[in-house]
Nanobody, 128 residues
Framework: QVHLTESGGGSVQAGESLRLSCTTS??????LGWLRQSPNKEREWVAG?????????RYADSVKGRFTISKDDAKHTLYLQMNNLKPEDTAMYYC??????????????????????WGQGTQVTVSS
């Protein structure tokens, strides 16, 4: 059974930073990522990371250059460093996982459809 638990959300001012963490129960054959959902909007993909160390990464255009996804397989932990936050980044952020057994090292999930599991979420609120 897959367990994903997010932490690190909070309320910040525009331009500030937050670091989200996610403890997982999956092994290193799983790809990981972050999704987010704002009120009255569909859940959207934010970032994904593939197998291996450090793992191929992919980012949504809206966060590219500001967010960094990383992982520590030994600690079963996924991170999302979010810099220069904007009010439009306000959302519930979800850690997500999918089996990537046999996937190429160049693959990183880049769509909500890539993921099968996600956590309960952590709220990020950015005020202007």
């Amino acid at each position: 059974q897959v367990h994903l638990t997010e932490s690190g959300g909070g309320s910040v001012q525009a331009g500030e930073s937050l670091r989200l963490s996610c403890t997982t129960s999956v092994d290193s054959t799983y790809c990981l990522g972050w999704l987010r959902q704002s009120p009255n909007k569909e859940r959207e993909w934010v970032a994904g990371i593939g197998l291996g160390v450090p793992g191929t990464t992919r980012y949504a255009d809206s966060v590219k250059g500001r967010f960094t996804i990383s992982k520590d397989d030994a600690k079963h932990t996924l991170y999302l460093q979010m810099n220069n936050l904007k009010p439009e980044d306000t959302a519930m952020y979800y850690c997500a996982a999918a089996s990537c057994f046999g996937a190429l090292s160049s693959f990183a999930p880049s769509s909500t459809r890539n993921f099968r599991y996600w956590g309960q979420g952590t709220q990020v609120t950015v005020s202007s």
